[in-house]
């Protein structure tokens, strides 16, 4: 099977009929990320919502503080959790009081100290390679069944991208193109280019809809292929959103001013918020990014703002999740690319440590309250039980009900796995 080549071709003739002959621009969101068995009492995860601080986030002043060390420990104060010996950084104070309901890696480590490429590596389990892009983990897991859980609701995109345009961001790979996420750069914008301009009504668009379908017909006839047939599709998806009453769950204003205040009003909260609206509409996959991590200067003041942000959010879109009973079919994820390191440097700073760091998992498949791994007393190499990427991803991959260990094979040919073929933490899932 051969990949659609003359991707430029196809873009500027889609994009042009969208603009030109539609009057509306409904591709741009998915286009822009196109270029760049349940064991006993467990339930697998029909949602995730998967949070990545950009940046690369400080274990030392976050999930893996160090109380007794006050040369490693810096200016950045230490709470406990609901778990008698678990500390969290300060800021950290509704997540400490969920700890019950929340595992903690402290034992996660990998190889490289580079942002982008520790990005990559962490969204697709694979290291970056000229010769191929690998599936982020939303794209595995929103594929159609046998290979991932599929779609949910049939006029909602299954995977979203919050907090981004989607530069950079692996998007569907060597998958179908149907799977790369689709971004909402502002989540108190959500969705855009998806209404009608003034100046046109539904029967002339349906008359340019028509129009554009003629235009194609004639395109596919030259350039046959399931890339093709891909775009096609999604494109026939961004109107059938257009009409949908469902197209509500991107709108944060349905939310009362009470709730929104409870998420606060910095973008992962919002982005939480909004999580949280799409996965109970019925999104399979949200990733949440909040960059502003790379704190090589004055972290302490830097956590003054990043750390109750990301406790305000995370805690309270776990405890919403909770109440309604969707915590148990919703896996709750938080990453960074690598961590931070133990050392203050001469600009009262922490800069770029992989040698360990810390991950959360909370909601299906997770058993609450439970700490795994270790890292040494300065927190700067993992002790006890180390965790790499492709363990963690593959941890994931068994908490959604799907199989780590099995091959699916790219258009090359070539073999791969969901999650890279680790090994899960089994000692933290409630699921095998």
Known sequence: MQF????????AVMSGIARSTLGVSLLSPWTRVLEAAPAAGGKTAKHVIYFYMGGAMSHIDTFDPKPDNSDVQGDVGTISTKTPGV????????LADLQDKI?????????????????????????????????????????????????????LPPFVLVGSNGNGHPGAGFLDPSLTPVPVADAAKGIENLELPS???????????????????????????YQIESYNQMYK???????????????????????????????????????????????????????GWDMHNDVATSMETRGPALDRAVGSL?????????????????????????????????????????????????????????SDDRGHFVDEDPVGLTDFNSTITVACGLDPFK??????????????????????LTVS
């Open 318 to 374: 776990i405890q919403d999740l909770d109440s309604s009973g969707l915590l148990q079919e919703t896996l709750i994820v938080l990453t960074s690319e690598f961590g931070r390191s133990p050392g203050i440097n001469q600009n009262a700073g922490r800069d770029h440590h992989p040698a360990a760091f810390s991950y959360l998992l909370a909601g299906a498949g997770i058993q609450g309250g439970a700490v795994y791994g270790k």
């Open 237 to 291: 998806d961004a109107v059938r959103l257009m009409g949908s009453k469902d197209l509500e769950a991107f709108d944060l204003e349905k939310e009362s001013a009470d709730v929104k205040e409870r998420y606060g009003s910095s973008s992962i909260g919002q982005g939480a918020l909004l999580a949280r609206r799409l996965v109970q509409s019925g999104v399979r996959f949200v990733e949440v990014n909040y960059g």
């Open 103 to 155: 595992a903690v890696v402290r034992s996660m480590t990998t190889e490289t100290a580079d942002h982008g490429k520790g990005a990559y590596w962490l969204k697709t389990s694979y290291p970056v390679l000229n010769s191929i892009r690998h599936p982020s983990m939303g794209s595995w897991i929103t594929s159609p069944s046998p290979v991932g859980l599929g779609k949910l609701n049939h006029d």
């Open 199 to 225: 100046y046109l009504s539904e029967k002339a668009f349906k008359r340019r809809l028509d129009l554009a379908d003629r235009i194609d017909t004639k395109f596919k006839q030259r350039y046959a292929g």
């Open 407 to 428: 091959q699916h094979h790219a258009p090359n040919g070539r073999p791969f796995k969901i999650g890279g073929g680790g090994d899960p933490i089994y000692d933290i």
């Open 87 to 94: 500390f969290f950084g300060e800021h950290m104070k509704k």
């Open 4 to 11: 659609f080549d003359d991707r430029h071709t196809r873009r």
